[in-house]
C-alpha cells in the first residue's frame, strides 16, 4: 500500500495556473498506476488525467490541452499542472493509485487515495 498527501491548491483567478502535487510513502510506488479526481459541490467525483507506470496518460475532455500529468518515481510523487484555469475547475482535488489493469478513468480503478486539495477558481 502507499499513502498519498496532496498539496499545492488554493485560490486562483481565471486564466491562472496551479501545479499541484501528490506524495506517497512506500517503496512500490512506480508499480501504481497514478490518478487525479476532483469533486465539486453537490456532484459526484469525477476523473481529471491518469498516469501509467510506464507514463502513458489520459485525460479528461473537460481538461484536454489545459492541465498536463506527470510522474517522478525517483521523488514518488505526480504532479498534475494546471494552466488556463476556468470557474469550473474548482473542485477538491483527489489524487489515487491503484494496480495497473483497471480502467483508469473511473473510482473502482483505484484503491488508495489521499485527503484532497481545495483548488478555487474565481472568475
Known amino acids: 500500500q502507499v499513502q498519498l498527501v496532496e498539496s499545492g491548491g488554493g485560490l486562483v483567478q481565471a486564466g491562472g495556473s496551479l501545479r499541484l502535487s501528490c506524495a506517497a510513502s512506500?517503496?512500490?510506488?512506480?508499480?501504481?498506476?497514478m490518478g487525479w479526481f476532483r469533486q465539486a459541490p453537490g456532484k459526484e467525483r469525477e476523473f481529471v488525467s491518469s498516469i501509467t507506470r510506464s507514463g502513458g496518460t489520459y485525460y479528461a475532455d473537460s481538461v484536454k490541452g489545459r492541465f498536463t500529468i506527470s510522474r517522478d518515481n525517483a521523488k514518488n510523487t505526480v504532479y498534475l499542472q494546471m494552466n488556463s484555469l476556468k470557474a469550473e475547475d474548482t473542485a477538491v482535488y483527489y489524487c489515487?493509485?491503484?494496480?495497473?489493469?483497471?480502467?483508469?478513468?473511473?473510482?473502482?480503478?483505484?484503491?488508495?487515495w489521499g485527503q484532497g486539495t481545495q483548488v478555487t477558481v474565481s472568475s
Open positions: 512506500g517503496r512500490t510506488f512506480s508499480s501504481y498506476a
Open positions: 489515487a493509485a491503484g494496480p495497473p489493469g483497471r480502467i483508469a478513468t473511473m473510482t473502482q480503478g483505484y484503491d488508495q
